[in-house]
């Protein structure tokens, strides 16, 4: 039984699965949108909003170093701080979209785009 089992471990290691999450993430503030597996987009979504929400808060420099703790690049976390979470400043949270884009042809695997949300 899964019960209080609130995260996919989607076949991986912990390690493995903290890595894959940290280059998705650091994607999705870079591109703003990307194409991946829909259990990923679903988990990734948890992750990547609760990146956002950090860097709304009231401590920037906290709230940068604890990003960074996820986001490697400094760049990206530049352009989160300064682009992306302002957009977001009076919005409660549902910052990203999950859109259902079909089927991989090479496994079948279901797809996902996971968006950044346009305005505020």
């Not at 890595?19 to 990734?44: D, P």
């Amino acid at each position: 039984m899964r019960h209080l089992k609130k995260a996919r471990k989607l076949g991986r290691t912990t390690s493995h699965r903290k890595a894959m999450f940290s280059n998705l993430t650091t994607s999705l503030f870079r591109h703003g949108k990307i194409t991946t597996t829909e259990a990923k987009a679903k988990e990734l979504i948890r992750v990547a909003s609760q990146m956002i929400t950090t860097a709304r808060g009231e401590h920037p420099l906290h709230a940068r170093r604890q990003v960074l703790k996820l986001i490697k690049d400094n760049e990206v976390v530049k352009v989160l701080f300064d682009e992306i979470a302002p957009r977001f400043k009076d919005r409660p949270g549902g910052y990203l979209r999950v859109i259902k884009a079909g089927q991989r042809h090479g496994d079948a695997a279901q797809l996902a785009i996971v968006e950044l949300i346009e305005g505020a």
